[in-house]
Structure formats: C-alpha cells, structure tokens
C-alpha cells in the first residue's frame, strides 16, 4: 500500500530544509508563510498549493519536480 503523496510530499520537504540546516521557522520566515503551515505541511495535513509548493522550492534552492518526486 503507497503511503499519502501529501505525507510524502511533507517528507521531501522536511529533507530537503534539514539538508539546509533550517528549522520549520526559518524555512516559514524564507517563504513568507507562516510556520504552523510548514509543520502541517510536513506531517502531511495540508493539502499544499502549487503556488505554495513553487515558493517553497524557490527557498530551498531545489526545483518543485525535486520536491515532487517519488510521490504517486
């Protein structure tokens, strides 16, 4: 059984920001959303927008496809 891509997604990002050394704060303060969504969105509890998932990638220096993949 696959796991949930939203979980998956949340993962991905969760490496990809600890590979930086940020905590879910700066990431958040990187992106200008608000760090309670970035826990939520790395527990896999938000269904992320595309928007969200570009501003986030763009923080991380990564493209959204790295983000992305290996989730379906």
């Not at 990002?13 to 760090?35: D, M, N, P, Y």
């Amino acid at each position: 059984m696959s796991k949930n891509p939203k979980k998956k997604l949340g993962e991905r990002i969760r490496t990809f920001r600890k590979q930086v050394g940020w905590s879910q704060e700066e990431l958040a303060e990187a992106c200008g959303l608000h760090r309670t969504y970035v826990g939520a969105v790395e527990r896999g509890e938000r269904n992320i927008s595309l928007v969200n998932i570009v501003q986030i990638a763009r923080s991380l220096k990564v493209k959204p496809s790295d983000l992305m993949e290996n989730i379906s």
